[in-house]
């Protein structure tokens, strides 16, 4: 039998051809077509991000951090499960990266290029995940246009700074990932039982890894769920047992979260008392109100991540950076306008998305974490991104061409002025995608030095942390170089372990100094190593370096760090506790 279909935005009647089939099968079709086009589009999309940014990370230097975590990987390939004897930064990265890199290496093999493939899926599961949240509940027009709200403010991260925050290093942005999955999880589940179950496993799994989860992702969901709890409490009708009740999956949400900082506590307890790796303390503190003042300049660092940071630019990229700040300004309103409506019709996501970027960024403005690189806050990009999206352009807001012509000439020239501005902001920051992607690759960081100290056959010596790792990996491991800290000259146990320190296991003969400045390079503890080693046998200069040679191991002359009567790789996780350092 035929049919009548109805055009949604020209109001005409599509009369079917003879012969055609049912009514149900012909209106099936097309929304089946659109629903596989969609999901087809995702991988696509990923593939393409994934080739774009690994050139972008290209274009950024790859340092000690991202080595260490590849060595913390390799061991974990080789079935070092628990690692033994590590210690990590205040991060662990454990459950998320960790087990993403020993995947790739198993491929890709023990290289610095691994991590520029690790950094570029990374960043490109965040983008399309944070897509899907920001589509979550649209169809449609609504749809597309959140979709260019979010790939306009993602896309393309401000070249230098902004490129190592997203697409390099080895931080907070891989934490998006997991927290992208639970919000996605809460927005689109049913209001079931076994939803905050998931919730707590899924937020104590990342927690593990990271946190900063405390900051941008328990307390903002305990804290949602409370204020919507009392909400019903003081709105609600009949007795006040009753309002609450009424609201007991938000009371329990609330409470899953909390419980997800209790599970991720005993499993990390678990591991180290099952010998596993030691976390280091957080170094953060809060900063005396006297002293905030000296915090402001790190709002810039803010605007890095946005790709909207001008200090110091000129032409084309100070051209960017003040497009980019349209990408600051949508986030801030979208803020606001959750703040404003927050104890009204607000979604349980809108509100979460929003405290997290709050309590993100103060938490930076606030503490000395101010001092530290931009990665600190590179959550609040997809985070902002997705709320943006969802809040600027709420579902079902978009209208039909049909309505459309019933508007005013006012109403019809602000929507061409607001289509016309937001596509010229998608192409500028398409353009400085592309002007980011042509700038060329840059090597890893001490190259130059992992193959003079392999050519002279020098292989196992000490330096300072960014002079450490990235020559270990450089060279395929063929020198290793271990790190000393600044000040004391003792083994720094920052990501490293202590076994790599040992006199019994290993014969270290040299030194490098390294005098480039900035907080990445500058290694001269001079007057100290000649009061603990005494003077060299031999001083080369290659360029910023200075490699002292010594015709002894120098691992039995360095300042005490370990109990006496036990040598390094030996100690119980109590003892490795007791000798957890600040890392500087």
Same mark, same amino acid.
């Given at each position: ?52 940014? +690994? ?32 210690? $990590? ?10 087990? &993403? ?8 093999? +023990? ?42 403010? $993602? ?124 976390? =280091? ?7 005396? *109100?006297?002293?905030?003042?000296? =915090? ?110 019933? =508007? ?6 602000? &929507?061409?002025?607001? #289509? ?23 090597? *890893? ?31 395929? &491991? ?50 100290? #190593? ?22 002894? =191991?120098?691992?039995?002359?360095? *300042? ?25």
């Amino acid at each position: 039998m035929g049919g009548l279909r109805t055009d949604a935005e020209t109001q005409t009647i599509a009369i079917p051809a003879a012969g055609a089939a049912g009514t149900g099968e012909r209106e099936k079709r097309p929304g089946t077509g659109r629903r596989w086009g969609a999901f087809l589009a995702y991988p696509l999309a990923g593939v393409i991000l994934f080739v774009a940014y +690994l050139r972008l990370s290209g274009t950024s230097q790859l340092n000690s951090d991202s080595a260490n975590i590849l060595l913390m990987a390799s061991d974990l390939l080789h079935g070092h499960l628990l690692l033994h004897g590590w210690y $990590m930064s205040d991060v662990s990265f454990y459950p998320t990266e960790l087990p &993403q890199y020993a995947l790739l290496e198993s491929f890709l093999g +023990l290289n610095m290029q691994t991590a520029h493939v690790a950094a570029a899926m990374t960043y490109t599961l965040v983008f399309l995940l944070a897509v899907v949240l920001a589509r979550s509940g649209s169809s449609g027009r609504a749809a597309w246009i959140r979709t260019f709200i979010v790939a306009g403010i $993602m896309l393309a991260p401000q070249f230098g700074f902004g490129v190592f925050a997203l697409d390099l290093s080895v931080g907070h942005i891989g934490t998006a990932v997991p927290l992208l999955l639970v919000w996605l999880l809460l927005d689109k589940a049913p209001a079931r039982w076994y939803i905050p179950v998931l919730t707590a496993l899924m937020l104590a799994w990342v927690l593990m890894a990271d946190q900063i989860v405390y900051v941008v992702g328990i307390a903002p969901l305990a804290l949602t769920c409370a204020v919507r709890v009392l909400a019903g409490a003081r709105t609600g009708e009949g007795p006040w047992p009753a309002r609450i009740t009424a609201r007991r999956y938000e009371l329990v949400l609330g409470a899953a979260a909390l419980a997800a900082a209790g599970l991720a506590w005993a499993a990390n307890l678990l591991i180290r008392e099952s010998g596993g790796f030691i976390m =280091n303390s957080l170094p953060f503190y809060f900063v005396r *109100p006297g002293l905030l003042h000296n =915090n402001a300049p790190a709002a810039w660092k803010v605007l890095q991540i946005f790709g909207a940071d001008y200090a110091g630019l000129g032409g084309f990229q100070l051209f960017l950076a003040f497009l980019h700040l349209a990408s600051v300004i949508l986030v801030i309103l979208a803020v606001l306008l959750v703040a404003w409506r927050f104890l009204r019709e607000v979604s349980l996501v809108n509100q979460v998305l929003a405290v997290a970027i709050a309590a993100n960024v103060a938490l930076f403005l606030l503490t000395n974490a101010a001092d530290l690189a931009a990665h600190e806050v590179a959550v609040i990009v997809p985070f902002g991104a997705a709320l943006a999206a969802r809040v600027l352009i709420p579902a079902g807001t978009i209208k039909t061409k049909k309505t459309m012509r019933t =508007n005013g000439p006012g109403a019809r020239r602000l &929507q061409l002025a607001a #289509v016309v501005a937001g596509g010229a902001l998608l192409a500028g920051y398409t353009a400085g995608f592309g002007y980011d992607l042509a700038q060329p690759n840059v090597p *890893p960081a001490n190259v130059s030095l992992a193959s003079w100290l392999e050519q002279h056959h020098l292989t196992y010596g000490l330096g300072g942390y960014w002079a450490s790792s990235s020559v270990t990996v450089d060279s395929g &491991q063929k020198v290793k170089v271990r790190a000393l800290m600044q000040y004391t000259l003792q083994p720094d146990l920052w990501m490293s372990k202590p076994d790599w320190y040992s006199p019994k296991l290993h014969y270290a003969n040299f030194v490098v100094l390294d005098s480039q400045p900035g907080g990445f390079s500058h290694w001269e503890p001079t007057w100290l #190593v000649r009061k603990y080693l005494g003077r060299p046998a031999h001083t080369y200069h290659v360029g910023p370096y200075a490699i002292m040679v010594w015709h002894r =191991n120098l691992l039995a002359d360095l *300042p005490a760090r370990f109990p006496a009567g036990i040598a390094p790789g030996q100690f119980s996780a109590d003892q490795l506790e007791s000798l957890r350092p600040v890392h500087a």
